[in-house]
């Protein structure tokens, strides 16, 4: 009820006053629901879906500042995204929908959300399926998986040598994320990865910002080699393509 001022309760007529008065004990309860992220019910509880999206949105618009620090709101997204109920009517749906994919031999893909600063993505594997070796430019990552069990590689990519027509990637980390497991990236650090499901899979995607036509366009994938360059650990040699 903040976004009403006094003058606001004055200057209404009695007949809308009535029944404004007779709503707002809906209201009071949709408000609730939708600042569920603000205190409003426990700070380790479950957040449905629209309580959700309104606390990503929160985070997400802070790109625009002067003091936007992507590490942060990664790490504030994760945390956002690990209270999300998976029992949420909208998610229960696209699981649902998904499975009819089941067999296509390939990764399947949905858009849940698209605003001016994030998108959500729903991603379902099966067991083996992958998606190499790629980044997203200018972008951050929140990845949860909600079903099954997926391999994920971050990577940074070291400064190219003059000349040379292979780039190096050193590996930062290799997990197996399971139900409520969260995997981040940002413009700089962990921004080239990849994933393989052990098992059937699904997974919610948070990008922030969301992808564009140039952002698309700036995404590379690479061929990398699977052994260690000259037998340096963590090490990989990597071309386009």
Same mark, same amino acid.
């Not at 426990?42 to 959700?52: E, K, R, S």
């Not at 999206?53 to 945390?79: C, F, P």
């Not at 690990?82 to 029992?87: H, I, K, M, S, T």
């Given at each position: 009820?903040?976004?009403?001022?006094?003058?606001?309760?004055?200057?209404?007529?009695?007949?809308?006053?009535?029944?404004?008065?007779?709503?707002?004990?809906?209201?009071? $309860?949709?408000?609730?629901? +939708?600042?569920?992220?603000?205190?409003?019910?426990?700070?380790?509880?479950?957040?449905?879906?629209?309580?959700?999206?309104?606390?990503?949105?929160?985070? @997400?618009?802070?790109?625009?500042?002067?003091?936007?620090?992507?590490? +942060?709101?990664?790490?504030? $997204?994760?945390?956002?995204?690990?209270?999300? =109920?998976? =029992?949420?009517?909208?998610?229960?749906?696209?699981?649902?929908? +998904?499975?009819?994919?089941?067999?296509?031999?390939? %990764? =399947?893909?949905?858009?849940?959300?698209?605003?001016?600063?994030?998108?959500?993505?729903?991603?379902?594997?099966?067991?083996?399926?992958?998606?190499?070796?790629?980044?997203?430019?200018?972008?951050?990552?929140?990845?949860?998986?909600?079903?099954?069990? %997926?391999?994920?590689?971050?990577?940074?990519?070291? $400064?190219?040598?003059?000349?040379?027509?292979?780039?190096?990637?050193?590996?930062?980390?290799? @997990?197996?994320?399971?139900?409520?497991? %969260?995997?981040?990236?940002?413009?700089?650090?962990?921004?080239?990865?990849?994933?393989?499901?052990?098992?059937?899979?699904?997974?919610?995607?948070?990008?922030?910002?969301?992808?564009?036509?140039?952002?698309?366009?700036?995404?590379?994938?690479?061929?990398?080699?699977?052994?260690?360059?000259?037998?340096?650990?963590?090490?990989?040699?990597?071309?386009?393509?």
């Amino acid at each position: 009820m903040d976004d009403y001022s006094r003058r606001a309760f004055i200057r209404t007529s009695l007949p809308g006053l009535l029944g404004l008065t007779m709503a707002l004990p809906g209201i009071t $309860a949709l408000a609730t629901r +939708a600042n569920a992220c603000s205190g409003r019910i426990p700070q380790d509880g479950a957040i449905h879906w629209d309580a959700f999206l309104e606390a990503i949105a929160r985070e @997400a618009g802070r790109q625009h500042l002067d003091d936007w620090n992507e590490a +942060a709101y990664v790490a504030t $997204a994760a945390a956002i995204v690990q209270r999300l =109920d998976l =029992d949420s009517p909208e998610l229960k749906t696209a699981f649902e929908q +998904a499975k009819a994919g089941v067999g296509n031999q390939r %990764v =399947d893909f949905d858009h849940l959300e698209k605003q001016r600063d994030f998108q959500i993505s729903f991603v379902q594997f099966e067991k083996g399926e992958e998606i190499r070796h790629h980044d997203h430019p200018g972008m951050t990552g929140v990845l949860l998986c909600a079903t099954g069990t %997926v391999d994920v590689w971050n990577y940074d990519e070291l $400064a190219p040598q003059p000349g040379a027509d292979t780039l190096l990637l050193k590996e930062i980390s290799r @997990a197996a994320l399971t139900k409520s497991d %969260v995997s981040t990236l940002t413009s700089k650090d962990r921004n080239i990865h990849r994933l393989q499901a052990r098992s059937l899979t699904q997974l919610v995607d948070i990008f922030a910002p969301p992808y564009n036509g140039e952002r698309i366009a700036r995404s590379r994938w690479f061929k990398v080699d699977p052994e260690p360059f000259q037998g340096r650990e963590g090490l990989f040699e990597a071309s386009l393509g």
